[in-house]
């Protein structure tokens, strides 16, 4: 399966938004049978922080029993609108309650890269002081997932899709992330949204490579799969290779097809 490109870069599943004509607990086997080893996935419980230890149980029995690698998996997030709650300052005891029970799944599971979406700008909340809480919040997180050798993931998302999001560059996400001073919180880098804001792909890759931590690709325009767009992924591929990323790269794109011939 892992053939596209010179560099045979390893892809991994969002089944959080691949293969969602199926019950989440089953994606993961689903993402086996097309040849995938490993998935990940946007928090799974909804808008519920610490789910009980049966739902939890049953998640990672998914995982295990599928026989792949859970490689990436989101903190909280009030899907569709939230954006993260990193910065927000009234879900602050929802963020820090959610953030032993990732480390948990992770350290059960043997992801390593926890990925805290940022949050949006809240109307009538300073935004210096989203800022110093998000820097608080992500420096919480890091340190508890440092603990199993794990890495916090901060993401910069496009303007258009996510308009309060304030996160929209590379180098943005890369500034916060050095203003944590924690050493293992890394850069999610999303091609797509890149893509998106303009930002020169390559430049992009070769100027931050040192803080990447995760990949994640669809293509632009559309968010469809590789080849529904106009972005140059072997390329790419080549220059993540060059760059020294050898990680995982999820696949987070819209294909209501499941058509992976793109992967050759």
Known sequence: MNTYGSNRPKFDV????????????????????????????????????????????EFVRAIDDAGVELVGLNFIDLIPVGRGLVSVPSEVTRFRDNIDVAVG???????????????????????EKQDELALENLRIAARAAHRIGA???????????????????????????????????RFLCDLYHLSRMGENLIEVIRTYA???????????????????????FPALFDTLAASGYDGWIGLEYKDPELDWNWIT
């Open 105 to 127: 799944i992770a350290d059960r599971t043997g992801c390593r890269a926890l990925n805290a979406l940022y949050g949006n700008r809240i109307a009538g909340e300073s935004p």
């Open 210 to 232: 040192p803080h990447i931590g995760h990949v994640q690709i669809a293509d632009d325009p559309g968010r469809g799969r590789p080849g529904t767009g106009q972005l140059d």
């Open 151 to 185: 890495t916090v993931l901060l993401e910069a998302l496009n303007f258009y899709e996510s308009p309060h999001y304030p996160i929209v560059s590379a180098a943005h996400a890369v500034r916060v992330i050095e203003q944590t001073g924690e050493p293992n919180v």
């Open 14 to 57: 969002n089944c959080s938004i691949l293969f969602t004509d199926l019950p989440l607990l089953e994606r993961p086997a689903a993402a086996k049978r097309a040849g995938f080893d490993a998935v990940e996935f946007w928090w799974p419980f909804g808008d519920n922080p610490a789910p009980g230890d049966k739902e939890i149980d």
